[in-house]
């Protein structure tokens, strides 16, 4: 079964074609980094309006490079939550208007379970059931998947996301936008012991997160500096705010590995493209034995082919989008949004 997929929830507009949710035809992704760089964040009217103008010429080069008509595609899918809403819009109302007209299925799929599908993609041999850590610019959860289409939730971020703490620390810094790149790459000469920094806990909810205070606390500690002349070392500052976010991340996936008893580890999102988070996973994982599966770099991100990968197995599983279906900008892992209105 061969998939057009469509991904537009931020700033990158996203075609691919997915064969049986595990080979990638082809896959394109359309940036809008450059542009939201100006102002030090994605601004979302601007993001709606460049997905209106990548929209259809991604699909296309999609295609081509698949050496497709897209008469020729199955199905068609499109990430439907969650995210900007005016983004979402874009690639929902294209893919399903596409797919109407072509007279094929129409899938709407839950952006957080298409980068956990990112790793379907890249170990074609995983399957459900395994653990998840998902980090990304707004989601922080820790996620059992317990089939394809089936998900519980045992974690999650109380307050900002892990991407999000990088971007806010990235303009702190000065070193701009996207922050999780930029960050990691300033680290890398770094002293991670340099700076203290917390890690907050959530009392009686040992699985959930907290990055508010640790962005606060990196903010407080350059706004100290700045007011008392003194320099702040930028690598340095980078490091420990690193090494500090996967002390966050890795003891309580580790907890989540004790709990479970999952023998299988996945770690999803673009945050899993950060080097210190991957070497600190593959620690974890040789010291607790369990099989850790990290999707390569260019599957961290945000992309169509993830999509197109999970819109396989929501088509299994019977969730196929009607004329009425809807984006949402918010919608947790486990619902159903063929199913929510």
């Known amino acids: 079964m061969r998939i057009l997929s469509i991904e537009s929830s931020c700033d990158e507009t996203a075609a691919a074609v997915i064969e049986d949710g595990r080979k990638i035809l082809s896959s394109v992704v359309d940036t809008q980094i450059d542009t939201h760089a100006l102002y030090g964040g994605v601004v979302p009217e601007i993001a709606s309006r460049g997905h209106m103008e990548a929209v259809v ?3 296309e080069r999609a295609l081509a490079d698949a050496g497709m008509d897209k008469h020729a595609v199955d199905a068609v899918a499109a990430t439907c939550a969650p995210g900007l809403i005016g983004a979402l819009l874009v690639g929902a109302n294209f893919g399903k208007a596409l797919a109407f007209a072509l007279g094929k299925p129409f899938i709407p799929v839950h952006h957080i379970r298409g980068h956990i599908a990112a790793a379907y993609l890249a170990y074609p041999d995983l399957a459900p059931p395994f653990l998840t850590l998902i980090a990304s610019g707004g989601h922080s959860e820790l996620v059992m ?3 394809y289409t089936v998900f519980d939730i045992l974690g999650g971020t109380r307050d900002d996301a892990a991407g999000e703490a990088f971007d806010k620390v990235a303009r702190v810094l000065g070193v701009g936008y996207p922050g999780g790149p930029k960050i990691d790459k300033l680290a890398q000469t770094g002293d991670p012991g340099r700076y203290k920094l917390p890690d907050s806990q959530i009392k009686d909810a040992p699985l959930d997160f907290s ?24 690598n340095d500052l980078a490091a420990s705010f690193c090494a500090a976010v996967v002390q966050t991340l890795v003891p309580r996936l580790a907890r989540a590995v004790e709990q479970t008893g999952a023998r299988r580890v996945v770690c999803a999102g673009g ?11 593959e620690k974890m994982a040789a010291r607790m034995d369990v099989s850790l599966y990290l999707p390569p770099l260019s599957l961290c991100g945000d992309n169509a082919a993830m999509i197109g990968s999970q819109a396989y197995y929501e088509y299994l599983a019977g969730n196929v989008g009607t004329a009425l279906q809807n984006a949402f900008a918010t919608a947790d892992i486990g619902e159903n949004i063929c199913q929510k209105h």
Request: hydrophobic share 50%; charged share 15%.
């Open 57 to 59: 010429r991604v699909t």
């Open 145 to 147: 998947v317990r089939d």
């Open 211 to 234: 990055f508010s205070g640790l962005k606060t606390a990196v903010i407080n500690l350059a706004h100290n500096a700045a007011q008392k002349g003194e320099p702040i070392a930028p």
């Open 271 to 281: 945050v899993a493209a950060n080097s210190f988070l991957r070497a600190a996973l």
